[in-house]
């Protein structure tokens, strides 16, 4: 069999895949497309963004800042008690890791609560942005 007869029969494969399975999940409720259905495509909750942001703030946080400050008294005695000795340093450099570790994860934390606050308008202004882009098929509709 050659390549080109080969070829053509995956096609016809495929062809025959695709126009088998074709079909349309549901009907627009109103004419003018749409995907219909009871939930709206795109939603966004600002009160519970805002819960999730002031859970960051006020649970997590403080508990990651908790746990990064607990171990540094313990870490710092080991280092006192092991001091002169190669031990010492390694427990040193693993810490100085584990703090910077810690001041990733805080500003990544920032980032996030930063992100669920903001969310709300970006969702607004996203919308007049696109609405504003129409304005011009709008003005073309109504002179026709």
């Given at each position: 069999?050659?390549?080109d007869d080969?070829?053509?029969?995956?096609?016809?494969?495929?062809?025959?895949?695709?126009s088998?399975?074709?079909?349309l999940?549901?009907?627009p409720?109103e004419?003018?497309g749409g995907?219909?259905g009871?939930r709206p495509?795109?939603?966004t909750?600002?009160a519970?963004?805002?819960?999730?942001?002031?859970?960051i703030?006020?649970d997590?946080?403080?508990?990651?800042?908790?746990?990064a400050?607990a171990?540094?008294t313990g870490?710092?005695?080991?280092?006192?008690?092991?001091?002169?000795?190669d031990?010492?340093?390694?427990l040193?450099k693993?810490h100085e890791?584990?703090?910077g570790?810690?001041?990733?994860?805080?500003?990544r934390?920032?980032?996030?609560?930063?992100?669920?606050?903001?969310?709300s308008s970006?969702?607004k202004?996203?919308?007049?942005v696109t609405?504003?882009?129409?304005a011009p098929t709008?003005s073309?509709?109504?002179?026709?």
């Amino acid at each position: 069999m050659s390549f080109d007869d080969e070829w053509a029969q995956h096609k016809n494969a495929a062809m025959e895949r695709q126009s088998s399975s074709t079909r349309l999940n549901q009907l627009p409720v109103e004419p003018g497309g749409g995907g219909g259905g009871s939930r709206p495509d795109l939603a966004t909750a600002p009160a519970r963004k805002k819960a999730a942001a002031n859970t960051i703030e006020n649970d997590v946080q403080p508990g990651v800042k908790a746990a990064a400050d607990a171990g540094d008294t313990g870490t710092n005695g080991a280092v006192a008690e092991f001091k002169g000795w190669d031990t010492a340093s390694g427990l040193k450099k693993a810490h100085e890791h584990w703090d910077g570790q810690v001041k990733r994860l805080m500003a990544r934390l920032d980032s996030e609560k930063a992100g669920l606050r903001e969310m709300s308008s970006m969702f607004k202004e996203n919308d007049i942005v696109t609405g504003a882009g129409f304005a011009p098929t709008r003005s073309k509709v109504s002179e026709v």
